[in-house]
């Protein structure tokens, strides 16, 4: 049974990065059955996929996000983060990230962690 | 807007049964997976690879899909059913894992 916890600043100013870490915990992260990804949803809206990244690094975007939008993976501290890049208040959002089993599906997912874009 | 287009609401009384639907073209040859969201919660994983449940999930949800729509089927509803339902199809390595835009259920 994964556990994934999310980490970071609740609150981001405007044009900043926005950076958030999550451990995995109760199981491997260097699995091949598992990518990594970062999902996230505005106050009363739905969901929206940011990307995911492989166990080897290899990474995958919404386009729509792509151009500010860094994850990365730490085996050694069974960790992979975010990083958003010039961030505005339509960025304020919770932030979940999911164990993404074989980038088909999402079926461990954090509890989530909000972040306000605000000066 | 998604590309997955799913009802904002459906409302059925207790003991009915409540089918919420996911279009797109040829979402019949994706495979097609569900979540529950409740309120101040992380979604819950539902229904995978169109129709199968994960262990703990009640055989009341089910799944099914054909050419242009997936449907999600929750029967016998109950008070506890009440959530926000979406739908997510994962296309290809260069495009994007895409949600439906969820649905409110209400149980009546």
């Known amino acids: 049974q994964l556990l994934l916890q999310e980490s970071g600043p609740g609150q981001v100013k405007p044009s900043g990065t926005l950076s958030l870490s999550c451990t995995v915990s109760g199981g491997s992260i260097t699995s091949s059955n598992y990518h990594w990804g970062w999902i996230r949803q505005p106050p009363g809206k739905g969901l929206e996929w940011i990307g995911s990244i492989s166990y080897l690094g290899t990474t995958f975007y919404n386009p729509s996000l792509k151009s500010r939008v860094t994850i990365s993976i730490h085996p050694s501290k069974s960790q992979f983060s975010l990083q958003l890049s010039s961030v505005t208040a339509a960025d304020t959002a919770v932030y979940f990230c999911?164990?993404?089993?074989?980038?088909?599906?999402?079926?461990?997912w954090g509890q989530g962690n909000l972040v306000t874009v605000s000066s | 807007s998604s590309v997955l287009t799913q009802p904002p609401s459906v409302s059925v009384a207790p003991g009915e049964t409540a089918n919420i639907s996911c279009g797109a073209n040829?979402?019949?040859?994706?495979?097609v997976h569900w979540y529950q969201q409740k309120p101040g919660q992380a979604p819950v994983l539902l229904i995978y690879?169109?129709?199968d449940r994960p262990s703990g999930i009640p055989e009341r949800f089910s799944g099914s899909a054909s050419r242009n729509t997936a449907t999600l089927t929750i029967s016998r509803v109950e008070a506890g059913d009440e959530a926000d339902y979406y739908c997510?199809?994962?296309?290809?390595?260069?495009?994007?894992?895409?949600f439906g835009g969820g649905t409110k259920l209400t149980v009546l």
């Open positions: 690879y169109d129709s």
């Open positions: 997510q199809v994962w296309y290809s390595s260069s495009d994007p894992e895409v």
């Open positions: 040829d979402i019949g040859s994706k495979s």
């Open positions: 999911a164990g993404d089993f074989r980038h088909h599906f999402f079926d461990y």
